[in-house]
């Protein structure tokens, strides 16, 4: 069964630093483009950063110069480096891809930033 598994998120102050992982259980990910949304309280999910299968990337201009999405192919993982973290940036934050035309997503990591 093909799952997305995050992990990395957890409390951090305002200016903070953290970095979400997203392990594919299928080596067939690496030939697809992933995603990082997030979905705070009250609001719906939105597209955080994209990663194509050669590495493009593509970023909400809300985090853009603060976030980094990358991906490791030979680990079946991609990454969020989040910086300079603020308050607004608390949400649960989801994996996604689209495989053969379907979509797969995490379970998802909670990011709280508050001092």
């Known amino acids: 069964q093909v799952q997305l598994v995050e992990s990395g998120g957890g409390l951090v102050q305002p200016g903070g630093s953290l970095r979400l992982s997203c392990a594919a259980s299928?080596?067939?990910?690496?030939?697809?483009?992933m995603d990082w949304y997030r979905q705070a309280p009250g609001k719906q999910r939105e597209l955080v950063a994209t990663i194509t299968s050669g590495g493009s990337t593509n970023y909400a201009d809300s985090v853009k110069g603060r976030f980094t999405i990358s991906r490791d192919n030979a680990k079946n993982t991609v990454y969020l480096q989040m910086n300079s973290l603020k308050p607004e940036d608390t949400a649960v934050y989801y994996c996604h891809t689209k495989l053969l035309n379907r979509d797969y997503w995490g379970q998802g990591t909670q990011v709280t930033v508050s001092s």
């Open positions: 299928a080596s067939i990910f690496r030939f697809y483009a």
